[in-house]
């Protein structure tokens, strides 16, 4: 039997809120979130921990995530050829040009809706893809119903700050 680790997702984002919303999310999924708040973090992450994928907001301070995306693929070896999907609230067709000329695979602009990450997660790491996003399966009671969509809906309300 093959023992399949779960990705590391490096979610590149200075706001606290979306830090937060995000990692409940990717760990929702059964994955393990990594949380960099600029840049200049992310870059240092990926060439010292093993990710998998890398969210990246697109404005923070010290170093923003055109510039990190650059770095990053000017990286050798594996770290250089990580999946970047770029979060941003600016949803221009040119921001998503720039984002895609800096290296990064896709766009998901915020609000963030979780079908929409979800499904850009998939897209670039299709061997991990989930199925579902469940709260909760056919064996659970009520009440684990209940407080799996409310978690659900606070995740939600986190992420469309």
Known sequence: MAI?????ILIVEDNAGQQLAT?????ELG?????????????????????????MDLNMPEMDGFEAAR?????PGAAGKLP??????????????????????DFVPKPVNRKMLLTAIEKVLPDRAVDV?????????????????????????LLSE
Not at 23 to 27: E, G, L, P, V
């Open 4 to 8: 399949v680790q779960s990705p590391f």
């Open 23 to 27: 990692s409940m999310f990717i760990t």
């Open 31 to 55: 994955w393990q979130p990594v949380v960099a708040s600029n840049g200049r973090e992310a870059l240092k992450t990926v060439q010292s921990q093993l990710v998998d994928l890398i969210l």
């Open 71 to 75: 770095r990053i693929r000017a990286l």
């Open 84 to 105: 970047i999907i770029a979060v941003s609230a600016n949803n221009l067709a040119s921001v998503k040009q720039q984002c895609l000329a800096a290296g990064m695979n």
């Open 133 to 157: 996003v469940a709260p909760f399966d056919a064996h659970s009671s009520p009440a684990d119903q209940r407080k799996a969509e409310q978690v659900l809906k606070e995740i939600d309300a």
